[in-house]
């Protein structure tokens, strides 16, 4: 995971609405940081955190993987997105948002996390 990455803080990737919590995840998937508009227990952030780390070491194997065997160039990941029933994960390289979806304006998000 070397490709760009968020840099907006936690404080203002809490201002978007519906982001429930933003947080800060080590490659590993080791929480760093976080912060909760809404109270997100540190367990579930401890969780979402080694769901990311797992999530971007796939990524990455897949992206190495397609880029030396069919010569597409798909290094470095730079963000992805999780979406099912009401809420969405965001990621940008090792900093992401947890997102109720029905609050949300995803295009304002996805420009925050360069994904635009």
Do not use: H
Request: charged share 20%; aromatic share 12%.
């Amino acid at each position: 995971m070397n490709g760009k990455e968020c840099n907006l803080s936690l404080d203002e990737l809490l201002k978007f609405d519906g982001v429930m919590a933003a947080g800060i995840f080590s490659p590993e998937g080791k929480l760093v940081e976080y912060k909760s508009r809404d109270g997100m227990p540190k367990e579930m952030a401890d969780m979402t955190a080694k769901f990311c780390g797992a999530v971007n070491l796939m990524f990455d194997a897949l992206a190495s993987a397609y880029t030396q065997l069919y010569k597409m160039n798909w290094v470095p990941q730079q963000n992805w997105m999780y979406s099912g029933g009401d809420w969405i994960v965001m990621i940008s390289g090792t900093r992401g948002v947890f997102v109720e979806r029905s609050k949300a304006d995803l295009k304002k998000l996805f420009t925050a996390l360069g994904m635009c």
